[in-house]
């Protein structure tokens, strides 16, 4: 895991005040959507499928900063669209990294290189540059050859100018776990901090809809990658996530940890499901009917659904909701996964499973790790 100590430091601080103070949603990563234009047409993205009037409008650094405030969560994410064509995001940038906030800037990086200099180097402030795979796979997912080099050249330049830099990478059915696993290392080798992975979600909007990843498909998908991970692979995610990925680690979907604002206002449920608009951050958490969504609510739209904006809250919580939890976190932090199926299930009233490729079918089973055994 590749976190900054400081913005795990500041998470671990934040979730201390929530639990202190009796929240049990509260946010952690403010998805900031300061416009839906972008300069790519992706085949699998359902952000762009808006209006002209809608695609030509932005929200303006005082509208961005007051959701930052009204939010209060420690990290925030400015996805899109593209960022980059917003005509005021170098001032949008300062702001948050002013209020000091971890902030990462997700781009498909064509215009990044050229606008490194309208930036400044901060701890606070990191590139997350689009990469779904090796150049064929990437081209072939954004719908536009040449994207790949242009991306890899930017990374270069970035590092090189000081910048903390992330890559972002969404996975789809046809994706070759021998080619990701030699893509990873690539990325390893151009010096970046650290990757995410997700599997694609099935927006409704989204031109193809044939190459979405199914619960069962992803899971091992994940595990073919993800199996004994060398540690030159550094992750930019929790290692319950990446379990969680592999089928190993159960979680439930926590959409408010990830809250989303934009054009419109604040997005219910969650980035990846549109389904109305409220005004307040605080009417958002009380008046949204949370049990209608994730897997134990049956709603077909989240069965498939592991996306990390859903999930990765669900890992924190799972990391700081007990002691057991932060002992196994630590422990795959340290030691990486067990290679065998470990034997054993945990108390009734545990949330997690951990294992094998059957392990998901255990409910209530919690990671049996040696360490484990000591801790009351």
């Known amino acids: 895991m590749s976190v900054p100590v400081g913005q795990m430091l500041a998470v671990l601080k934040h979730v201390a005040v929530q639990k202190l103070r009796g929240n049990k949603r509260y946010p952690l990563v403010l998805m900031l959507e300061p416009l839906f234009r972008c300069n790519l047409a992706c085949g699998g993205c359902g952000k762009i499928q808006h209006p002209a009037d809608v695609l030509r409008s932005h929200l303006t650094p005082q509208q961005c900063f007051a959701a930052v405030e009204e939010c209060g ?13 917003h005509p005021q995001i170098a001032e949008i940038v300062e702001g948050i990294v002013s209020r000091k906030k971890y902030l990462y800037l997700c781009t498909n990086a064509i215009k ?6 309208r930036f ?12 779904d795979g090796p150049r064929e796979e990437h081209d072939h997912a954004v719908c536009r050859d040449g994207v790949y080099d242009t991306a890899i050249s930017a990374i270069r330049a970035a ?12 996975l789809f059915t046809d994706a070759d776990s021998d080619r990701y696993r030699a893509f990873f290392d690539e990325v390893m080798a151009l010096g970046v901090e650290g990757m995410m992975v997700s599997p ?39 290692p319950v996530f990446l379990e969680f990925l592999k089928g190993a680690w159960q979680l439930e979907c926590h959409p408010w940890g990830t809250p989303t604002y934009n054009l419109f206002g604040w997005q219910r449920p969650c980035y990846l499901l549109d389904e109305g608009y409220v005004q307040s951050f605080r009417e958002l958490i009380d008046d949204t009917d949370w049990e209608a969504y994730g897997r134990k609510s049956g709603n077909a739209k989240c069965q498939d659904c592991m996306v990390h904006c859903g999930y990765e809250p669900a890992a924190v919580e799972a990391t700081f909701g007990s002691v057991r939890g932060l002992v ?19 108390p009734q009233g545990s949330d997690v499973v951990f294992g094998s490729e059957s392990s998901p079918k255990q409910q209530g089973a919690m990671p049996t790790l040696p360490i484990l055994d000591q801790v009351a």
């Not at 969560?73 to 064509?85: D, M, R």
């Not at 400044?120 to 990469?131: E, G």
């Not at 044939?210 to 550094?234: C, G, T, V, Y």
């Open 159 to 170: 590092l090189s100018a000081g910048f903390r830099v992330t890559t972002n990478s969404t």
């Open 328 to 346: 196994a976190t630590a422990w795959l932090t340290l030691f990486g996964p067990p290679r065998r199926t470990p034997s054993g299930v945990a």
């Open 73 to 85: 969560a420690p990290i925030v994410s400015i996805p899109g669209g593209e960022p980059l064509l």
């Open 200 to 238: 694609g979600y099935s927006y409704s909007k989204a031109p193809d809809q044939d190459h979405f990843l199914q619960r069962e498909r992803s899971q091992s998908l994940f595990r073919r990658i993800l199996e004994q991970a060398p540690s030159r692979w550094q992750f930019n995610q929790s």
């Open 120 to 131: 400044s180097p901060s701890p606070y402030l990191a590139f997350s540059v689009h990469l």
């Open 112 to 117: 990044l290189e050229k606008m490194l200099s």
